[in-house]
């Protein structure tokens, strides 16, 4: 579960985290820019936290990811061909939410229906679900398709110069 280095309030990550203790899944919960675990209420050998880091150096072995819907968080997850719930929380989080869940390879939950208890209850969805995975892969296929940056910029560089 990441909800990025801005959007990790503990308010709305610690219910989450009680709410997700009760779901049959070990929990990887990042702590944003200055979190600490100690911010969080929280009594469970099922939950680690993480210090900021590159979300890539988490997504090995995760089964589906909980974010905010940050596009980096969000790209890097489909990247990887995991499946999401996405609960914006602010800026173009809304948008990635909506296209998450029209790809398939997710769930979004908008405010108004992501309290925890909602939220884990779409998580054992995808868990659950088959076609949520199915989806999130053949996503992360396309975008491995896609050029490298490096490559983009050498093209535009030459179109460029042209």
């Known amino acids: 579960m990441s909800f990025g280095t801005v959007f990790a309030d ?3 990550v610690g219910p ?9 899944v070990d929990v990887l919960a990042t702590l944003g820019l200055d979190g600490k675990p100690e911010d969080y209420q929280l009594d469970s050998d099922r939950v680690t936290f993480s210090p900021f880091v590159p979300l890539a150096q988490l ?6 990811v909980i974010s905010h819907g940050g596009a ?4 890097g997850t489909l990247a990887r061909g995991i499946p999401m719930v996405v609960v914006p929380q602010g800026a173009d989080q809304f948008f990635q939410a909506d296209r998450v869940a029209a790809s398939g390879a997710g ?12 939220i884990a209850a779409a998580l054992r969805r995808l868990l659950d679900e088959p076609t949520f995975a199915e989806a999130a892969r053949r996503i992360g296929a396309e975008i491995a398709t896609m050029p490298s940056p490096d490559e ?8 460029v110069a042209g």
């Open 10 to 12: 503990p308010a709305v």
């Open 16 to 24: 989450l985290l009680g709410a997700l203790t009760d779901v049959d």
């Open 59 to 64: 997504l090995d072995n995760v089964s589906a």
């Open 72 to 75: 980096g968080t969000t790209l």
């Open 107 to 118: 769930l979004a939950l908008m405010p108004g229906q992501a309290d925890p208890a909602a």
């Open 152 to 159: 983009v910029a050498e093209r535009l560089r030459a179109e």
